[in-house]
């Protein structure tokens, strides 16, 4: 490894489906494709998630440091910067509220600097809070992934005002496009006429979510012509399978759990929506908009950084059914409004949303982190 190569050690709660897992994916893709030292580390105990193996087939190595017991584990800062140290790491990047809590500290041990990322509003208990406000003050890097999660930060006392870097997520925009064949593919497996509106969603099924706001909104509007496809697994799915049983629209209804082809099912819908009551700057926007489709989202977190209202979509106040349901019936009922903003979102997500700007970015504060001279790749794949 030469010296403008780094040891570059990403810290995860788990390796399961999120969406700071899949920043922490792509931004590992990028920096192992330029020749990086690239490791992750799972907090989580018990089996592997879905990304482990993504990690591994883009070259990273993965390790497991599991966090003990079910309340703070004072064992694993030293457990992590033994690991730190054994792999001679020049920088540890943490993603999200538990990670940052350990590998702060772990950092700190094994004298090598943090970079933090908070990819959301992270609502938690009074300890967890100021232990993640302790720990996120000792990096050497604060990132959010929106203005608005960076003043979330601020407010909640994680940065010091004016300190936090903005760097929005990146996609890779090669493999998020308008697909005709897997449309056609995607619409046949599930039953769905060719002609018919599709709105769908795609995200953990959680409280915080709020899938069943769109239940509840899009109900009205389902028949043999019009389906809503949700995409996701998790604590709540029980909650919205009942939701869609009262309302008596299963014919129209697919839940399609948890799946690792998210790139192939979003260009078999017509709209994406958004329904969470707290977000940060959540992958599957830029994703959706990639792929052509117009955005319907609560206003909540940095989406409104990201979705140009009237232009890409619109945004609604989070848990209103009669708003989200009337802005879902103006688009799936207007074809050209429907093409017009997809296109108007595709170009946007060409401008700001690449996976390679992403990856340079957080290079750049990389080795000005560590004090080495950091010049921008020329040579990149097109559309990463």
Same mark, same amino acid.
């Given at each position: 490894m030469t010296s403008s190569c780094l040891n570059i050690v990403h810290v995860l709660g788990s390796f399961q489906i999120g969406g700071a897992e899949q920043v922490a994916l792509n931004l590992a893709a990028g920096q192992v494709e330029l020749g990086h030292n690239v490791h992750v580390v799972s907090l989580a105990a018990g089996r592997d998630g879905p990304h482990a193996e993504g990690f591994r087939r883009i070259g990273a190595q993965i390790h497991k440091v599991p966090k003990r017991g079910p309340t703070i584990d004072p064992s694993l800062p030293i457990r992590l910067a033994l690991l730190f140290r054994r792999l001679r790491a020049d +920088? /540890?990047?943490?993603?999200? *509220?538990? *990670?940052? !809590?350990? #590998? #702060? *500290? /772990? #950092? +700190? !041990?094994a004298r090598i600097p943090l970079v933090h990322t908070k990819h959301g509003e992270n609502p938690d208990t009074r300890r967890s809070e100021l232990l993640r406000r302790y720990a996120s003050r000792l990096a050497s890097v604060f990132v959010a992934v929106s203005r608005q999660t960076a003043l979330q930060a601020e407010q909640q006392g994680e940065v010091a005002v004016g300190k936090a870097v903005v760097i929005e997520n990146g996609i890779d925009l090669d493999a998020f496009a308008r697909n005709a064949v897997a449309r056609a593919a995607v619409r046949s497996e599930l039953g769905i006429p060719p002609g018919a509106r599709v709105v769908g969603t795609v995200g953990r099924l959680a409280a915080i979510k709020n899938q069943p706001l769109l239940v509840r909104a899009t109900a009205p509007l389902l028949g043999p012509d019009r389906h809503l496809v949700i995409v996701g697994d998790g604590p709540h799915r029980d909650v919205i399978e009942a939701e869609v049983q009262r309302l008596g629209k299963g014919a129209f209804t697919h839940l399609l759990g948890q799946r690792t082809d998210v790139h192939r099912l979003l260009p078999a819908f017509d709209l994406f929506v958004l329904t969470s009551d707290s977000e940060g700057l959540p992958m599957v926007i830029p994703e959706a908009m990639a792929c052509e489709l117009p955005i319907v989202s609560t206003d909540v977190g940095g989406i409104s950084d990201v979705v140009e209202v009237g232009r890409t979509g619109f945004l609604v106040p989070k848990g209103d059914d009669l708003v989200l349901k009337a802005r879902i019936e103006r688009l799936i009922g207007d074809e050209s409004l429907l093409h017009d903003m997809g296109t108007r979102a595709r170009e946007l997500c060409l401008a700001r949303y690449s996976s390679r700007s992403m990856r340079d970015r957080y290079l750049e504060k990389y080795f000005e982190t560590v004090g080495r001279p950091w010049k921008t790749p020329a040579e990149s794949p097109r559309g990463r």
């Open positions: +920088l /540890a990047h943490s993603h999200n *509220p538990q *990670p940052v !809590i350990y #590998a #702060a *500290p /772990a #950092a +700190l !041990i």
